[in-house]
């Protein structure tokens, strides 16, 4: 199964943008990059995933290398409710008809005054 | 709109009970999945639906069972409840292929369930 590498936390200052790093060197072709969040107590909230190009929308923008063997989330203006663990995730292979997700361990994303 | 509603939010269990907890969406979704989250941890995936009358299992099906008898609806039952199932359990759904493959999963907010 395709796997994902996230540095276990981070911090952002207020007010500044917020650049999630992830790894998933092991991607195919046809598989989608899909970030999820969870905050506190509360189930995880879908942010924004992708292909080959870059994506944005109202939450977040998603930079994918031109390999796909990396990725990068980017809050731009980050508040203290965006603080949470963001998932990276690689559709299990073959899972099209399934739509199975694994999740990791996350990154912890702690936004501070 | 409603999206995914998970019933009860809470529930402490004596080790051998049972209990149904159950996951109700009115988005229309075809797929629908049971994961459980222990503390520091991801989710794990139990077992899921890809329609009406259809389950599989996932990551850690053991010790749980499922049924989907109507598509709004999915139940997932503890038959002998033990403490090694103390977590918290999401449910999630999503449209399916091939309408729509890659549409995200819309989660409930969880069953927080200890098992004394």
């Known amino acids: 199964d395709a796997k994902t590498t996230q540095p276990t936390s981070m911090d952002c200052a207020e007010g500044r943008a917020a650049n999630l790093p992830c790894n998933h060197s092991t991607i195919s072709g046809n598989e989608y990059v899909y970030w999820y969040r969870q905050i506190h107590s509360q189930g995880p909230q879908y942010i924004i995933h992708?292909?080959?190009n870059n994506e944005t929308n109202e939450m977040a923008s998603l930079i994918i290398t031109e390999d796909r063997k990396s990725s990068t989330l980017i809050l731009p203006h980050a508040t203290l409710r965006d603080t949470a663990v963001y998932y990276c995730i690689v559709r299990v292979p073959g899972s099209s008809n399934t739509g199975k997700l694994i999740f990791g361990q996350g990154t912890t994303l702690q936004v501070k005054p | 709109n409603a999206g995914v509603t998970q019933t009860p939010k809470f529930r402490v269990l004596k080790t051998g009970q049972s209990m149904t907890l159950l996951c109700a969406q009115d988005?229309?979704?075809?797929?629908m999945y049971w994961y459980r989250q222990d503390p520091g941890m991801g989710l794990r995936l139990i077992h899921y639906?890809?329609?009406?009358?259809?389950?599989a299992k996932g990551e850690v099906p053991d010790g749980y069972n499922v049924s989907r008898l109507k598509k709004q609806n999915f139940l997932l039952g503890l038959e002998s409840a033990a403490p090694s199932q103390t977590s918290v359990y999401f449910c999630?759904?999503?449209?399916?292929?091939?309408?729509?493959?890659?549409?995200?999963?819309?989660f409930g907010d969880g069953t927080r369930l200890s098992i004394l």
């Open positions: 988005m229309n979704h075809e797929y």
């Open positions: 639906s890809v329609g009406e009358g259809t389950t």
């Open positions: 992708g292909l080959k």
């Open positions: 999630a759904s999503s449209y399916g292929y091939p309408s729509t493959p890659h549409q995200p999963q819309h």
